[in-house]
């Protein structure tokens, strides 16, 4: 059968080598003393807090299971705009914002909304694979630019302005970025939204670690700077609902029919269960909960990251938000005799049975020396894991 080459475009996913080999091995060692520890998953350890299940279950029971409409429940709507008055101080009207089936459908829609073939768009190296493929499946050419730690591993505005060509349509930014958790600097950001403006270009912000920010010189929407920033969001993270496959985009108002459209077409809309147990997701009772979580976020960073630092596995920038550590692992597979980090994840998984996630998937620029550790793992967990890798050490 003849593949598109759109379809063909898509890189495989690497890292699902490494997590099925972990899996493999982690049936093999479960029942000794050293079971596999995870931290190679980019997903949260909580799950959805008592409200949210309930206001799931309430909505199944009363048999509200239709189709809502494309652009998501009314009610959730306004709940998101008022999280993004009460939590930042921003004015965001409830017409802008489309409720998707996560933050992946969100990136679709942009993306099919804005790039005509052959365009390009600029991402930092490293950033969330996906990402550039949401822009190959629109026809688009995602153009990774190397950053270094000095730039928090983002695009600055200077670089925006070098790698600006006539077939660049905008920029696809990630604030806390995936694999390294650092943020774009508020001011750079603005300069950045300034260069792509001038340029007539767009700027999309994936903004799915923001709940999950550490730093509140970091810790402020985009939406902020203004109204054209189209930002991409997600119950997934700060709100522990990955599988619950509900996101978000806010857009400007004069999008809104666009975005509708193809929404209307393409998913008809997102899960109905799911938009009505979210709603639970902006109660008192429920924030707390999640505010509590964040702080344990916090807590394993605080003590993980120095942990890291001693081992060798250095962290070149202290991540502000997320649950990632991107660790310079070169020094330490030298004195293991490995090469790179994707046999250093093997090394890792093989003798010490902790899972991580080699660069690769990544980018290219330097992602053969940077392996990315998750801390959605608890306490006990990560202190087991940093002793098992000090014995690897010795
Ligand atoms: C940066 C980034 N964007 C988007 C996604 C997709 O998230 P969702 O579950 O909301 O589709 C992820 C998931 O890991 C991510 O890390």
Redesign the pocket.
Known sequence: MRISARAERIEPFYVMEVAKAAGTLAREVAHTDRPMIFLNI??PDFTAPPLVQEAAARAMRAGATQYTQATGLDALRERISGWYAQRFGVDVSARRIVVT???????QLACLALIEAGDEVLMPDP??P??RHFVSAADGKAVLVPTTAEERFQLTAAKVEAHWTAKTRGVLL?SP??PTGTSIAPDELRRIHEVVSQRGGVTLI?E??LGLSHDDAFGQTALAIDDNVIS?N????YFNM?GW???WLVVPEALVPVIERLAQNLFICASTISQYAALACFEAESIVEYERRRAEFKARRDWFIPELNALGLTVPVLPDGAFYAWADCSDFARRLGVDGSWDFAFETMKRAHVAVTPGRDFGTAETGRFIRFSTASSMAQLQEAIARLKVMAA
Do not use: P, Q, V, W
């Not at 997600?234 to 993270?237: D, G, M, P």
């Open positions: 980019g997903e089936a996560g933050a992946s459908a969100a990136l950033s969330y996906c990402n990630a970025s995936n994936d799915i670690y991409i997600s119950f997934s993270k990955t496959r509900l996101g």
